[in-house]
């Protein structure tokens, strides 16, 4: 059984930063592509980043330059620095495994999310 624990979610100033962590057990975390998203109230479901199992990134346009996804596969753990927080950015942030089989099907697991407001 595949869990995803998200961790380091809070209450943070305009321009502050904030360092979530997400850790993978039951499974091998080098087997994933794995990405961070977020849901702000009312809105729906949106991609922030994803690193691949090799190491590549990518990032939603609205957070280039701010934010930093990384992978440390030895503890199982994926990271998301955000650094110059805005109102914007507060949304439930969460944790996605995604594990692409040799029949292309799509095996997703998820976490339970963490909260990230930012607010003076």
């Known amino acids: 059984q595949v869990q995803l624990v998200e961790s380091g979610g809070g209450l943070v100033q305009p321009g502050g930063s904030l360092r979530l962590s997400c850790a993978v057990s039951g499974s091998i975390l080098s087997i994933y592509n794995m990405g961070w998203y977020r849901q702000a109230p009312g809105k729906q479901r949106e991609l922030v980043a994803t690193?691949?199992?090799?190491?590549?990134?990518s990032y939603a346009d609205s957070v280039k330059g701010r934010f930093a996804i990384s992978r440390d596969n030895a503890k199982n753990t994926v990271y998301l620095q955000m650094n110059s927080l805005k109102p914007e950015d507060t949304a439930v942030y969460y944790c996605?495994?995604?594990?692409?089989?040799?029949?292309?099907?799509?095996?997703?697991?998820w976490g339970q999310g963490t909260q990230v407001t930012v607010s003076s």
């Open positions: 996605n495994a995604r594990r692409v089989l040799p029949s292309a099907s799509v095996i997703d697991y």
């Open positions: 690193i691949t199992s090799g190491g590549g990134t």
